[in-house]
Structures are given as structure tokens and as C-alpha cells.
């Protein structure tokens, strides 16, 4: 039986000993998941398995039955709330924040796992690495943040005083630095990028700042008022990643059969409805805003996609593939 099999197998077991008052060998069984032998000698293995390694089970009569748990002090971190399993996947959930890495919001998260993960007993930290055999985090493409601690840390202290900050700010479209003074109202990781979102007060309308394109900030005296109606989730609902401006439409395309496998099981956009055809080929849906990004997405399937509509979409797709290729008219 492969190692992974037994960890995964181990962790379930794990997640239900947490429980109290344990849980009986038919009930173990019963709630082994399904990709997995249900029988009693494999579960007694992984029991045996646990308490090899320094996880400390009780077994007790309850009601005429002998029931397995983990030991008191082991199921529960009183001071945290946490449990033991709960408290590993922390761990190894840190590396999702890579992009902030050297930033004080990476440096705290790390500050609080380190203080948690010392609550932890040994046995634990174990099956921690243990883990890490089995998960690898691919965050992707991303910027990396380092440079920028004072600019996030000056953006968070805006956000929870609720001031005003003044800021230099480099626009890609304009090739320029200009000043702002901005509202902040969010910081959002998204696309492997943070973005400040706030409303601005020379568009007066709410805008998305990439982080790493404020030249400087300052907090100025003046305290604002996020209206009680705003909803980061609304405000960027038309984005398929990070860009949001253009028109919302209704965009429709056509996969083949040999894309099509991996395409249906990824939610790309929360507008996003698919049907499986009976060749195989699948159709989607989105509504989405029409711009750069949108355009570039599509393309990234090259010849495995078909454009439906609508037309207008459909040139500039076709405009941008003849500029890739160099091709004229």
C-alpha cells in the first residue's frame, strides 16, 4: 500500500478520533473514505499505525462498547481552540501566502503559527512533514511583495483608521506618476498580485491600484466613510482575474472533446455554465467584461477553442492572434 495511501487514510481517522466520546471500530469503518478499504484489520493497522508514532489513543468501555479517542490534552489546544488536525493544516496552508513573503502580514501570519504550532505535540509536527510529502502548494505566476512592507503596512493602518492616504502613482495606460488621494477600502490578492481597492477621489469612483505601482503613501488626517452598501465581491464579479473595467457580456464558447476533460471541472467565473455534448466537445458560458484580459484567456486555449459569439469579441480575438503571428489585413 503506497505511503500517501496511509497518511490520507490516517488523517481521516485522526480527524474523527478528535471527537468526543470517540468514536467505536464499526464507526471508523463506517466513515473511511470511499476511495479506501472499509474493513476493521486495515482500520486496526492504522490505529496501531498512530500509536507507533507517538499519537496518544485511549480505548474505554462506553455504553458496552470499546471506543477509540485521542487523549484530552492532544484533541483540544485549550488556548487556541484549535484542534490537532485543524492546527496541521494551518501549517501547511502558510505557503499560500508566497507572494507576501517579507511583508508584515506574512511576518504575523508566521509569528501566529509559530506561537500555535508550539501547542503542538511532537507526534504532530511529524505528521506535519509527513503532509508535505503529500501537498505541494503551486501558487503560479506572482510578484513578490518584499519591497513593498512600508507601502502595505501604511495601506492596512488607512484601512483599519479609516483615513484618507495621499499616494504617487505609476499608470501603465499613461506611462506617468501622478497624485492620488484614495479611500482605502480593501487589499486583494488575486491573479498572484495584491491590489489596493478604494475609492479614488480624482475619478470619484472606486478603483484598483496595483500595490506595487504606488511610487509612495501617506495618511493624511481626514477620515472617510466606506459606504455601508459596498461589497468587494460585487465589485469585482465581472473580472475573469484581476481586470474588471469594460462592459459586461455574455460570452460563448465551444470546446473540443480533447480539452474539454479538464475545462468542466475548473470554475473559471462564478457566471460560468457549461453542457457536455453528446460528441464530447463542450459549450460554456460566462458573463463577463469585455476587455484585454478576457481576450487573452480565450486565446490561451489556441486552436482547442471555438468562438461562438458575440462578433464584436470575436474580431478582436482574431485581431490580437494576426498581431501575435504578425500578419497583416
Known amino acids: 500500500m503506497p505511503r500517501n495511501d496511509q497518511i490520507t487514510r490516517q488523517w481521516h481517522?485522526?480527524?474523527?478520533?478528535?471527537?468526543?466520546?470517540?468514536?467505536?471500530?464499526?464507526e471508523l469503518v463506517d466513515n473511511v473514505p470511499d476511495d479506501y478499504p472499509k474493513n476493521a484489520r486495515t482500520v486496526r493497522r492504522d490505529l496501531e499505525a498512530l500509536e507507533a508514532v507517538g499519537f496518544p489513543l485511549v480505548t474505554e468501555r462506553y455504553y458496552g462498547q470499546t471506543r477509540w479517542r485521542l487523549m484530552e490534552g492532544f484533541r483540544d489546544i485549550p488556548a487556541l481552540g484549535f484542534s490537532a488536525t485543524e492546527l496541521m493544516a494551518l501549517l501547511l496552508g502558510r505557503n499560500l501566502l508566497k507572494p507576501l513573503e517579507g511583508t508584515e502580514v506574512a511576518e504575523s501570519l508566521n509569528?501566529?503559527?509559530s506561537k500555535a504550532s508550539a501547542a503542538l505535540p511532537p507526534q504532530g509536527h511529524e505528521y506535519v512533514r509527513s503532509l508535505e510529502h503529500m501537498f505541494s502548494v503551486g501558487i503560479g505566476p506572482h510578484k513578490n511583495y518584499r519591497r513593498h512592507r512600508q507601502t502595505i503596512d501604511l495601506i492596512s493602518q488607512a484601512i483599519d483608521k479609516r483615513r484618507t492616504a495621499q499616494m504617487r502613482y505609476f499608470?501603465?495606460?499613461r506611462n506617468g506618476t501622478g497624485r492620488r488621494e484614495v479611500d482605502?477600502?480593501?487589499?486583494?490578492?488575486?491573479?498572484?498580485?495584491?491590489?489596493?481597492i478604494g475609492h479614488c477621489h480624482l475619478r470619484k469612483e472606486v478603483r484598483m491600484f496595483a500595490v506595487e505601482r504606488i511610487r509612495s503613501i501617506a495618511l493624511t488626517d481626514h477620515p472617510y466613510q466606506m459606504p455601508l452598501?459596498?461589497?468587494?465581491?460585487?465589485?469585482?464579479?465581472?473580472?475573469?482575474?484581476i481586470m474588471r473595467s469594460g462592459r459586461r457580456i455574455e460570452v460563448e464558447l465551444l470546446f473540443t472533446k480533447k480539452t474539454a476533460a479538464w475545462v468542466k471541472d475548473k470554475s473559471w467565473h462564478p457566471s460560468q455554465e457549461t453542457q457536455l455534448l453528446k460528441d464530447g466537445r463542450l459549450k460554456m458560458t460566462l458573463k463577463v467584461a469585455d476587455n484585454d484580459e478576457l481576450v487573452g484567456w480565450i486565446l490561451s486555449f489556441g486552436?482547442?477553442?471555438?468562438?461562438?459569439?458575440?462578433?464584436?469579441?470575436r474580431q478582436k480575438v482574431r485581431d490580437e492572434a494576426r498581431g501575435i503571428l504578425g500578419a497583416k489585413g
Open 184 to 196: 482605502p477600502y480593501f487589499l486583494r490578492l488575486a491573479g498572484g498580485g495584491l491590489y489596493l
Open 229 to 241: 452598501d459596498f461589497k468587494v465581491d460585487e465589485y469585482v464579479q465581472d473580472a475573469l482575474g
Open 111 to 113: 509569528s501566529a503559527l
Open 13 to 26: 481517522l485522526l480527524r474523527q478520533l478528535e471527537g468526543s466520546p470517540g468514536r467505536s471500530l464499526r
Open 171 to 173: 499608470s501603465a495606460s
Open 303 to 313: 486552436s482547442q477553442v471555438q468562438f461562438i459569439s458575440p462578433a464584436g469579441l
